[in-house]
């Protein structure tokens, strides 16, 4: 598989990017004061920035953890009985609010996948990916592609 370059020449997995884009819901996981917590969102994969963008409220939960502790995990999974072919996504990163040019190019690329989202105040967020763990049964049972920071194993 060819792998693709990122932001600082990171390389990332053909098979993890097609996962991200071929996927929308994600599961984020925040902890303040040592009290886990967890939120499903909508989300679009940005291959250039290797990043998650999703919306919540700050109403929310998890939208108020994210200004205590922006250090955040989370998966992204395919849902199936069938042993052979389970695959999924964890993953670890920053999340914050975009700011600036790529605020502009996050809500173009939500909208676009999203577009009833635009019937509504959207605040959008974006987990900038430190480590992807891949799991895909495809390859072998309990085969992992990961990438930390750049590298891939």
């Not at 902890?31 to 679009?44: G, I, L, M, Q, R």
């Amino acid at each position: 598989m060819r792998p693709i370059l990122t932001d600082g020449w990171k390389m990332i997995d053909r098979r993890i990017v097609r996962f991200f884009r071929k996927h929308h819901v994600l599961t984020v996981a925040t902890t303040v004061n040592d009290e886990p917590w967890c939120a499903s969102c909508f989300y679009v994969y940005l291959e250039e920035e290797n990043a998650l963008v999703f919306t919540t409220d700050m109403k929310t939960r998890h939208g108020q953890e994210f200004l205590k502790n922006p250090l955040v995990a989370g998966n992204v999974l395919l849902e199936t009985h069938i042993i052979g072919k389970i695959r999924g996504i964890q993953f670890q990163g920053i999340v914050s609010e975009p700011e600036g040019e790529i605020a502009v190019k996050v809500r173009k690329a939500y909208l676009k996948r999203f577009p009833v989202a635009m019937l509504m105040e959207t605040r959008l967020w974006i987990v900038r990916l430190t480590l992807i763990k891949m799991t895909d049964n495809r390859l072998g049972f309990g085969k992992k592609l990961i990438w930390h920071n750049g590298a891939m194993a």
